[in-house]
């Protein structure tokens, strides 16, 4: 015992290494308001029993090779450190296991801007700060006498289980921040990479889709999938700003739906949801059952992908596997434009005579009203001005700043509105067809709407991050062919669903099909809505008190 007290003293400083890069974290934990006091006593503990099971290790090391452990410490932890430290200081949660998951596939572009929003030069000046000060006490680090193993056994042997077992056991290994990003790096491509291999083979295996529409008539479906709109944000839903004057327009020819919400609010998991038949309890349809483009390519259609977001035949992100099955694919994203660059391709896909008189399916991914708004439209649509038109009210929240962003999120919608618009007269010009065009925001997004904050985040799910405006156009003919659908924008529904409602629209009827989960359907079932593994309603009471 004396020899481990004397050893304890001499290593002064590496003890507050250890404690420096393995409990900061946990002390910083009860700033996060995602997590209950449970949850944060669990990180506190399975912390405090690792960091005790590697201090006694220490003590059986030389001081050489304990600098250099120390130092390949410090390297795997100071990234997933500062990501960890920045969300709890900056934003008040801990990070929960799908952002985690998603630090690893957002792509590039995305996390540029997302950085570009929320860097400051204080920040920069942290992170070096917080990674400065480990290197420094690793330099000032003393020799010692260390203690022999085969005096001390059962201390050894305690504490390489007890690493061995929060290391080991997934549930347990959660709870240590740097353990559970590289777990869950390993764990993101072994999963990636088996679906990219099972979906591929699964197009070669036998499955039966039928179309019930006459095939006398062509049909062009349209999806469009926007990006982070705040429904509240615009007039067709009441918004005080006329930022929709195009689709308003349209008076009863858009189907307006009130209630819809997304399955999560960031982009990745929303995709992975909506294009496939997977669900909260069932992941594994992901692989084990039909994805969209898989659908429409087997009833015969002619399906393209036209995409302003950073997409890859190269499955960077975990639902690209699902849209390389698209037959024709046009990535736009590197032109870095506004959103009408998917207009000239749209006209040119229906211009040229081969694809005429074809079944189609186009699905148009839009960059939307992403973050760094001012991004989002031409400076023609720099149109709203809080100080001109005194319609951002005031809340106790919102800053002078914030109100100008807000002023920014709107010039964005009113760009979105323009660039709906178009698609939709673009399908009103096409002859002898039959056009649907289905128009839904991935997730919503808060604009200082009950604190502090503007963004989208799983950590801090609000309503208005859940709820999605949703919009369907019909041209006359395909409306009066289809009576057997109901377009009724009261419904409420989770786009979760969506693949049921779309091969609705087209009629396809395959093994796996279900019609109470279609939107449009007669037989419609209202199931609970989940946003991620949170329920819709309890995510509203804690904001809106309902
Ligand atoms: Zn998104």
Known sequence: MREVLSILKQKKIQFFFLFYILLLVPILCPLAENFT???KVAVFLVCGLFFAAIWVISLFISSKSEKIVYSVMLAISIIPGSIYLAYLLFAHVMMEQNSVTSLFETNPEESKEF????????VIAGVVAYAAVPIVMICSMKSFKRLRVRNNKVLFVLSVAVILCIVGIERVSRSVYFVNFYRTYISYKIRTNY????IKERQNVDYKVESIRPDSVPLTLVVVIGESLNKHHMSLYGYQRETNPLLKKLGDSLVVYKDLV????HTIPVMRS??????????SYFTQKPSLYELFNRAGYDTYLISNQEFSEEYKSSYDILLTLAKKKYNVAPFKQHDDIVLPVMEKIFKNPENNGKNRLILIHLIGNHMAYEFRYPKEYIVFNHKKDNLVPDAPYRDEKAKKTIDKFDNSVLYNDYIINSIINTLKSLQGQDAVMVYFSDHG???YDYREFAGHAYEKVSPTMSEVPFMVWMSPS???????LIFNPELPYSTEDFIYSVSDLAGLKYKDYNDTRSLFSKKYELKRR??????????KNKFEGK
């Open 37 to 39: 006091f449970l949850d």
């Open 115 to 122: 950085v570009a929003h929320y860097l400051s030069l204080w």
């Open 195 to 198: 679906e990219v291999k099972t």
């Open 262 to 265: 997304a399955p999560q609010v």
């Open 274 to 283: 909506l294009m496939s038949m997977s669900e909260l309890s069932h992941p």
């Open 445 to 447: 997004e808060e604009l």
């Open 478 to 484: 395909y409306r009066e062919t289809r009576q057997d």
């Open 530 to 539: 989940y946003v991620g593994e949170k329920k819709y309603e309890d995510i």
